[in-house]
């Protein structure tokens, strides 16, 4: 596997999120605290990008239904989502943020 440069960390604030590519899959990246997240981009509930949702307390609101996602660990938080989301690694070399291909997971 893999790590990918996905983002610079100043393209980021806390509590936002964008989608990235990662090996041709599609990921979101949140920043929390200065620290970096990812998970897959698409809501588990429908068709969904949660990179336009709303980031708060570590979570992630879904834009289309309002589900929430626990950002660090994937974990469907409320109604309607009931499958939890893929977290992938990520990690910070300066400025640069990488995330580990999940291809072949
Ligand atoms: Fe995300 Fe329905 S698509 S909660």
Known sequence: MDW???????ELSN???KTVDV???????YRIDD???????MCTH??????????EDGCVE????QGRFDIRTGKAMCAPVTVDLR???????????????????
């Open 35 to 41: 620290e970096f997240f990812a998970t897959d981009s």
């Open 46 to 55: 429908a068709t969904a990008l949660l990179s336009e949702g709303y980031v």
């Open 23 to 29: 090996a041709g899959y599609g990921v979101a990246l």
């Open 4 to 10: 990918i440069k996905v983002a610079s960390a100043q």
């Open 62 to 65: 879904c834009p289309l239904h």
């Open 15 to 17: 509590d936002e999120a």
């Open 87 to 105: 977290t992938h690694a990520v990690k910070r070399e300066g400025d640069h943020i990488y995330v580990l291909s999940p291809a072949g997971k």
